[in-house]
């Protein structure tokens, strides 16, 4: 299923692609610093069932797709699932406002440079990621549209499983 929407903003033309599918090779590993200023690394997380959203404040289906994430945060970080929001802009005052409005309790952390963002080629916002307990990525996500989350529960409860 595609749907692609295209944008104008500030001189670049931007597409999303809302897709799914599956994806295989180890996650490349990254160190960002979060919200609270504490620096995580994905490697950090190894034996953890990890989903690695990037996000941004423009975005509109971000916007949309972030309390249910914080849902499903909420109801599987007990069962060694853990979500890490990557933010990709520049500027992280925007994610801060948007995040007083719209808490969540899952780490946010912020690339500024899109570092993390391009080793995981990312092409589409959101863009959602999900690595297995060995660090090996299973599944990707381009866009979002309601009822991902649907899907995004059923690769975690599996992936929780194995």
């Given amino acids: 299923m595609f749907k692609n929407l295209v944008a104008l903003i500030g001189g670049c033309l931007l597409v999303w692609s809302a897709s799914a599918g599956e994806l295989s090779g180890k996650a490349p590993d990254f160190d960002l610093v979060s919200r609270d200023g504490s620096r995580v690394a994905l490697s950090d997380l190894q034996g953890q069932v990890v989903m690695v959203n990037f996000w941004a404040t423009w975005c509109?289906?971000?916007?949309?797709?972030?309390?249910?994430?914080?849902?499903?945060?909420q109801r599987y970080s007990d069962l060694g699932f853990t979500l890490l929001g990557v933010n990709v802009e520049e500027d992280s005052s925007g994610a801060?406002?948007?995040?007083?409005?719209?808490?969540?309790?899952?780490?946010?952390?912020?690339?500024?440079?899109?570092?993390?963002?391009?080793?995981?080629?990312?092409?589409?916002?959101?863009?959602?990621?999900?690595?297995?307990?060995?660090?090996?990525?299973?599944?990707?996500?381009?866009?979002?549209?309601a009822g991902y989350e649907n899907e995004y529960q059923s690769q975690i409860r599996a992936l929780i499983r194995e």
């Avoid at 916007?63 to 499903?72: D, F, T, V």
């Avoid at 990312?122 to 979002?144: C, K, L, N, Q």
């Fill in 96 to 145: 801060d406002e948007f995040l007083a409005e719209t808490p969540v309790s899952f780490p946010i952390l912020f690339d500024p440079e899109n570092s993390v963002s391009e080793l995981y080629d990312v092409i589409a916002m959101p863009s959602t990621v999900m690595i297995d307990r060995t660090g090996e990525m299973r599944f990707i996500h381009h866009g979002y549209q």
């Fill in 60 to 73: 509109g289906p971000c916007r949309e797709e972030m309390p249910h994430l914080e849902a499903l945060y």
